[in-house]
């Protein structure tokens, strides 16, 4: 037992030591988990090529591409971005991504009242349904996407104010929801920056949900 317990703490103190400190075009840094890496254009020809070796094709069943970060909204040429996406070395990226976002909008979080969550949870949940119906439009259509792997309809499963970001943000505010893929999930926490409000999306396929939720509130804990 006492070596278990040793080998955990080692675990722990080696993460701590190898976690890489990178600056995102959001306005700060975060400190990255070994194992993941924020798309930039320095890396995105490494990222496709990681794909690429491990035989991963997206759901056409074609390599990944620039193109297919750019459908994704994580397109690193943009400079005036703003959304920055953090992907595992070894989960598929279509079906596993984390996602900083800053709006920048100068708005601030409203205070933990019921009234705010229930009209919180309303928007996001609309908002969720709008893009699934922008994402089954005429574009993608044309570019062959089978519409039989999108969800029909987007359900919320949970909502409510948290405590989870403490003591790095003192408000903040968490959701699930059906992914716009089937058999995936669409976890979102929002918190307050001095540029407005901001947000830290994952979006996970069953069986990584808990490793990427895990990952993305330590990255988000960690903004500096």
């Known amino acids: 037992m006492k070596k278990i317990i040793l080998i955990l703490i080692l675990q722990l103190f080696c993460s701590q030591i190898f976690a890489e400190e990178v600056k995102t075009r959001l306005g700060y840094s975060v400190k990255l988990p070994t194992g993941y890496t924020m798309a ?5 020809n490494g990222l496709i090529d990681n794909y690429k ?3 991963m094709v997206d759901f056409l ?13 994580c397109n690193p040429s943009n400079e ?5 996406c953090i992907f595992s070395d070894d989960l598929h990226p279509q079906y596993n991504v984390i996602m900083l976002v800053a709006m920048k909008d100068g708005i601030k979080m409203p205070p933990n009242t019921d009234a705010n969550n229930n009209f919180m949870c ?5 908002v969720f349904i709008a893009i699934l119906d922008i994402m089954k439009g ?9 519409f039989s ?5 987007i ?3 949970s909502c409510y104010f948290t405590d989870t970001l403490k003591p790095k943000f003192n408000i903040s505010h968490y959701s699930v929801h059906d992914g716009f893929l089937k058999d995936m999930l669409l976890f979102k926490y929002s918190y307050q920056l001095p540029s407005g409000n901001a947000a830290t999306m994952v979006q996970c396929s069953l069986e990584n949900c808990i490793q990427l939720l895990k990952e993305g509130a330590k990255i988000t804990k960690s903004i500096n």
């Open 155 to 157: 359900l919320q499963h």
């Open 122 to 126: 309303e928007i996001e949940h609309q």
């Open 53 to 55: 070796e491990k035989k």
């Open 40 to 44: 930039t254009n320095e890396n995105l």
């Open 61 to 73: 069943g074609n390599n990944f591409s620039a193109n297919f970060f750019e459908l994704l909204q």
């Open 80 to 84: 005036l971005a703003s959304q920055e």
């Open 149 to 153: 792997k999108f969800n029909e309809d």
């Open 138 to 146: 005429d574009e993608l259509k044309a570019m062959g996407y089978d």
